[in-house]
């Protein structure tokens, strides 16, 4: 098999990446009957119909095309789950973000009613945290 980092055999046969087998083989009979015509007139077409006798040789057999497209798209696999870590990072970082805020504002209050007298944050919390706690709160 040839490098299946540089040459795309799906683009060579004008196939979708999950075309099945008939699609597959149909691409190659039209096309090699198209190359095969021209080859008489252009030069270019031998090589072109090599490498899609290539391409056909490995999307035409299920493990061959297994493992090439296992190296074909390696690299679109690390890069998608390279961007779902950094976006599971940026999502728990928003999170911490949240429940910082969250927290200063709850000290900020606090500050601000002992700021304001009220020294027995207790007596103030009562009427929420007293049936929350056994006993009362103070």
Known sequence: ???????????VL???FDADLAGVENAYAR???????MTDVD????EALQRLNEAYSVLSRPELRR???AVL???QRADLNRQIRAFHRRRVLMQWTIVGALLLVVV????????????QIGDFLAPVLGPL???GVG
């Not at 030069?43 to 031998?46: G, P, Q, R």
Request: with cysteine; hydrophobic share 45%; glycine share 4%.
């Open 43 to 46: 030069e270019t077409c031998t």
């Open 67 to 69: 493992e090439y497209d």
């Open 31 to 37: 096309l090699s009957d198209e190359f095969a015509t």
């Open 108 to 119: 900020a209050q606090a500050a601000a009613l002992v700021y304001l007298g009220h020294d």
């Open 133 to 135: 706690v056994p006993g």
């Open 73 to 75: 798209f390696a690299r």
């Open 14 to 16: 004008h196939v979708p």
């Open 1 to 11: 098999m040839a490098d299946a980092s540089v040459i795309d055999y799906y683009a």
